[in-house]
């Protein structure tokens, strides 16, 4: 199997201040994770690619300095949304690619976390 | 920048009738994937297409990558309520990343 963990689900934070969201793999390494972020009734947008053990690269338009990431080992992701704003408010989502570069390219997500910004 | 055009991107249709979602590109992709998504979860991939002219089955899915890798499309057989949900399309590019399609809402009616 290939399953990918979010902690929390769910949460309701206060303007200003900052949430932090986990991404795990349960039963394979990944090398590579995948920070997403959903609006309702639209598709996924890519806010920034993690590899183990280096900085993550961030999508045009994403601010590093306000979702950092952290990908301290091969089987966990941390978002953080720093001084959150209720315009942060939205489904986010990780995911994590198995198998080798240069194979099929095969991104396993995971549950998702609705935050909440009050 | 590759763009992945996904259509229709609504659809509702009766129980039993057969429909048909599309994903275009001018680009090549080296994989395409379908996943499907429910309210308040994260996409559940459903195939990976890696070889032009490819078909794949799932049950009354059927999922074919066009001969050029440039396109793919997603046939659903005698549908029922349980397939309902966010479809949605996402080709792999040179970078190994994905691009998404829109998604298709798709609603079926008992």
């Known amino acids: 199997g290939a399953v990918v963990s979010q902690h929390p689900s769910w949460v309701i934070c206060k303007s200003g201040t900052s949430v932090k969201i986990e991404c795990r793999s349960l039963?394979?390494?990944?090398?590579?994770m995948f920070w997403y972020r959903q609006f309702p009734k639209q598709s996924l947008m890519l806010m920034a690619t993690?590899?183990?053990?280096?900085?993550?690269?961030?999508e045009q338009g994403v601010e590093k300095d306000k979702f950092l990431i952290n990908h301290a080992s091969l089987t966990l992701s941390t978002l953080t949304v720093t001084s959150a704003h209720p315009e942060d408010s939205s489904f986010y989502i990780c995911?994590?690619?198995?198998?080798?570069?240069?194979?099929?390219?095969?991104?396993?997500f995971g549950p998702g976390t609705r935050l909440t910004v009050l | 920048t590759q763009l992945l055009e996904q259509s229709p991107q609504f659809l509702s249709i009766q129980e039993g009738e057969n429909l048909t979602v599309y994903c275009n590109s001018s680009s090549v992709f080296s994989s395409l994937q379908w996943y499907r998504q429910e309210p308040g979860e994260g996409p559940v991939l459903l195939v990976t297409v890696v070889t032009g002219g490819e078909v794949k089955k799932l049950k009354r899915l059927t999922f074919q990558f066009g001969d050029a890798r440039k396109d793919s499309s997603l046939h659903i057989t005698a549908a029922q309520p349980g397939d309902t949900g966010l479809y949605l399309c996402a080709g792999s590019d040179s970078n190994y990343q994905l691009i998404w399609g829109a998604g298709t809402k798709l609603i079926i009616k008992p």
């Open positions: 993690s590899n183990e053990g280096s900085k993550a690269t961030y």
């Open positions: 995911s994590a690619r198995k198998g080798v570069l240069g194979s099929t390219d095969t991104q396993y």
């Open positions: 039963d394979f390494q990944a090398t590579t």
